[in-house]
């Protein structure tokens, strides 16, 4: 079986050594991958492993990432899937050529209400105004944060924010010479903006922008 | 991990937990293989009710800033919502779903919520 890491432009440098990898090229585009005797599991341990081989990848190339997980039977197969999406994956991989993926997380203060959502007493009222105030703080926190961070990234996504406290989970995707000027604006709306917590990190392979 | 902090929070509690996450390597996808297919569906299926519960209690919520529900009105609206996000809680215990396995990748639509 095999697990795939990452599809790259053909020709490119050589492989990193950081696991006994093999590259299936068709035409202008390769599928880095490893043969692997069973079906991956996600352990933790198993996931990082996978982001350090695209992360040691991405430092000598550009490329799209595959989720962790994904497998096919054989080479053949691979090669076959290389040729039926060729023209989406070039239009992908030229979307995303020069740039890393810079993830930005924003918190706010918090409920003044202590009680939690299991509380039964709680009013219905109650629940809806508590929805109602974190959906005006996001939209303050996308207008203070999301926007002005949105000039300076080629492309951008919001995710669900699923953490206690969380307003606002934002994924843009930014051309390498530009993250430094990137998180310095992140640390200049920190400081104008000391009522939230941002939260940046980066730079990742483009997960949330290799397909569109 | 420290060396992917581009930005560090001034409130150092926030770091203690599970920053900076994995998750945009695990894939979220409908898993429809046949040992996981009562899981699979019971994923699709509990997407769709989420998806329709978000809806309305968006409508619900726009409703309450323009003004045009009376207090009645919000404390009954407010009561069915809780009640109904505490049901999708247990029934997503039950099938052991994330409250990020009910949100599906449209592909170039981006994610359903």
Same mark, same amino acid.
């Given at each position: 079986?095999?697990?795939?890491?990452?599809?790259?432009?053909?020709?490119?440098?050589?492989?990193? =050594?950081?696991?006994?990898? /093999?590259?299936?090229?068709? !035409?202008?585009?390769?599928?880095?991958?490893?043969?692997?005797?069973?079906?991956?599991?996600?352990?933790?341990?198993?996931?990082?492993?996978?982001?350090?081989?695209?992360?040691?990848?991405?430092?000598?190339?550009?490329?799209?990432?595959? /989720?962790?997980?994904?497998?096919?039977? !054989?080479?053949?197969?691979?090669?076959?899937?290389?040729?039926?999406?060729?023209?989406?994956?070039?239009?992908?991989?030229?979307?995303?050529?020069?740039?890393?993926?810079?993830?930005?997380?924003?918190?706010?203060?918090?409920?003044? =209400?202590?009680? !939690?959502?299991?509380?039964?007493?709680?009013?219905?009222? !109650?629940?809806?105004?508590?929805?109602?105030?974190?959906?005006?703080? /996001?939209?303050?926190?996308?207008?203070?944060?999301?926007?002005?961070?949105?000039?300076?990234?080629?492309?951008?996504?919001?995710?669900?924010?699923?953490?206690?406290?969380? *307003?606002?989970?934002?994924?843009?995707?930014?051309?390498?010479?530009?993250?430094?000027?990137?998180? /310095?604006?992140?640390?200049?709306?920190?400081?104008?903006?000391?009522?939230?917590? *941002?939260?940046?990190?980066?730079?990742?392979?483009?997960?949330?922008?290799?397909?569109? | 991990?420290?060396?992917?902090?581009?930005? +560090?929070?001034?409130?150092?509690?926030?770091? &203690?937990?599970?920053?900076?996450?994995?998750?945009?390597?695990?894939? +979220?996808?409908?898993? &429809?293989?046949?040992?996981?297919?009562?899981?699979?569906? &019971?994923?699709?299926?509990?997407?769709?009710?989420?998806? @329709?519960?978000?809806?309305?209690? +968006?409508? &619900?919520? +726009?409703?309450?800033?323009?003004?045009?529900?009376?207090?009645?009105?919000?404390?009954?609206?407010?009561?069915?919502?809780?009640?109904?996000?505490?049901?999708?809680?247990?029934?997503?215990?039950?099938?052991?779903?994330?409250?990020?396995?009910?949100? @599906?990748?449209?592909?170039?639509?981006?994610?359903?919520?």
């Amino acid at each position: 079986m095999i697990e795939l890491y990452a599809i790259t432009s053909h020709p490119g440098p050589p492989l990193p =050594d950081v696991a006994p990898l /093999r590259e299936i090229e068709r !035409d202008r585009l390769s599928a880095v991958i490893a043969h692997i005797d069973e079906e991956p599991v996600a352990t933790a341990d198993r996931l990082w492993h996978h982001e350090r081989v695209v992360e040691a990848l991405m430092q000598s190339r550009n490329l799209l990432p595959v /989720r962790y997980g994904t497998c096919l039977p !054989d080479e053949d197969a691979v090669a076959g899937a290389l040729d039926r999406r060729r023209e989406e994956l070039i239009t992908a991989l030229e979307f995303v050529r020069g740039a890393v993926e810079v993830s930005v997380r924003v918190f706010g203060q918090g409920s003044e =209400d202590q009680r !939690d959502a299991s509380d039964r007493n709680r009013s219905g009222a !109650d629940y809806l105004r508590e929805k109602a105030r974190r959906g005006h703080e /996001r939209a303050r926190a996308v207008s203070a944060v999301h926007e002005p961070l949105r000039a300076l990234a080629r492309a951008d996504a919001e995710r669900p924010a699923t953490l206690d406290r969380e *307003l606002l989970r934002s994924a843009f995707l930014v051309d390498r010479p530009r993250v430094a000027t990137f998180s /310095r604006l992140v640390a200049a709306l920190q400081a104008s903006h000391p009522g939230l917590q *941002l939260l940046c990190t980066g730079p990742w392979p483009p997960y949330s922008f290799a397909q569109r | 991990m420290t060396d992917k902090l581009l930005h +560090r929070p001034p409130d150092p509690d926030l770091l &203690a937990g599970s920053l900076p996450s994995i998750d945009p390597v695990l894939s +979220r996808r409908v898993n &429809a293989d046949p040992e996981n297919l009562e899981r699979g569906l &019971a994923q699709l299926v509990l997407t769709l009710v989420e998806l @329709l519960r978000q809806l309305m209690e +968006r409508q &619900a919520l +726009r409703r309450i800033d323009d003004g045009t529900l009376s207090e009645d009105q919000i404390e009954r609206l407010g009561r069915t919502f809780m009640l109904l996000a505490e049901r999708m809680e247990e029934l997503r215990h039950e099938f052991g779903l994330d409250e990020e396995d009910l949100n @599906l990748n449209l592909g170039p639509l981006g994610n359903l919520l």
